[in-house]
């Protein structure tokens, strides 16, 4: 798990990212094009550390694998959502299928994993504007 909370003075918020990821080179992809993008990201490995992490950093939005070690993504992001009803929930995997399960009907976003992160990215940038939109 890592955690980065710049908020210097008269800067904007940036908004926080918590991605979820058993597998440490994707995390760590994922974590520094996130950041690239001008959002801080805190990661968590498996779906128990998630609850955790979301527990103690609030994030703005969720990027949520799926199969994964400990407690698997569908089930981790149902327990988010009872935590938070309001934060978004990206199902990020590389399985189609999933799609199709009752299970992940509750995430904001279904993103199929590829090599081009620009889909991923772009439904990011979405979630968290109509977030913003929706609160002023």
Not at 11 to 36: C, F, G, S, T, W
Request: a negative charge; zero cysteines; charged letters at 30%.
């Amino acid at each position: 798990m890592t955690t980065s909370t710049e908020n210097t003075g008269s800067q904007p918020k940036k908004p926080l990212l918590l991605i979820v990821e058993d597998d440490v080179n994707q995390r760590a992809l994922y974590e520094e094009e996130m950041r690239d993008e001008g959002y801080e990201v805190v990661t968590a490995s498996d779906g128990r550390q998630a609850i955790q992490v979301a527990a103690d950093a609030h994030p703005d939005l969720v990027i949520m694998d799926v199969n994964m070690p400990v407690m698997d993504g569908l089930d981790t992001m149902s327990r988010l959502i009872e935590a938070d009803r309001h934060v978004p929930v990206i199902i990020h995997t590389a399985y189609e299928s999933y799609k199709d399960s009752f299970a992940s009907w509750s995430a904001d976003a279904y993103v199929v994993k590829s090599g081009d992160l620009s889909g991923l990215k772009e439904k990011v940038r979405e979630l968290l504007d109509s977030r913003s939109t929706a609160s002023a």
